[in-house]
């Protein structure tokens, strides 16, 4: 895979087409006949090279099924990890309690909210999920290995994982009983 480091803005634009290209499963030769445009135009965008007009983005946003605005997003924050004990909490005035907030959730999200109690042994292996979906992980009890299957992180009761879904990921429990809540947001 072809990383293009460079941050002009033609650079970003680049990157996004390849990048939901890749996510849809298409190839150049398929992107550019869905969207009525040559294979060679598409190949020069997704190499920085070229200034393509709006009415050709319309047409390559159109063809990958995605708003034309997805082209200019910036790339999210891929992995946030909190451990125990770190992050701002709030305390309540009238009792010992304090919240943490972990996570946010954007404009336009669903989520859907999991208890997790698994055993060590065989980990769980997910495929990617469409793209756009992030895991969160909380360890509640015990402790896991998760997130991306490329580049699992290590964590204890109390530790905190969010990491995008659209690719494969996995969960593996480290000690016996271990306890997660899983929250899984799509757009």
Known sequence: ?????????IMILAQA??????QSGMSVSDLARR?????????QLESGLGNPSIETLWALATALGIQVTRFFEQPAQTVTVIRAGEGAALKADDADYAATLL???????????????AQPGQPH???????GTFEHVFVCQGAASA??????????????LRYPANQPHVFEALE????AV??????
């Open 147 to 160: 997130g991306p299957a490329s580049a699992p992180v290590l964590l204890h009761a109390g530790d905190y």
């Open 35 to 43: 969207a009525g445009v040559a294979k060679s135009t598409l190949s």
């Open 125 to 131: 292996h997910s495929q990617a999920h469409p793209a």
């Open 1 to 9: 895979m072809t990383i293009i480091s460079n941050d002009a803005p």
């Open 103 to 117: 996570a946010d959730c954007p404009p336009g999200i669903r989520r859907d909210l999991y208890r997790v109690h």
């Open 176 to 179: 016996p009983d271990t306890v």
């Open 182 to 187: 899983m929250l899984i947001e799509h757009s």
């Open 17 to 22: 087409i390849r990048r939901e290209r890749l």
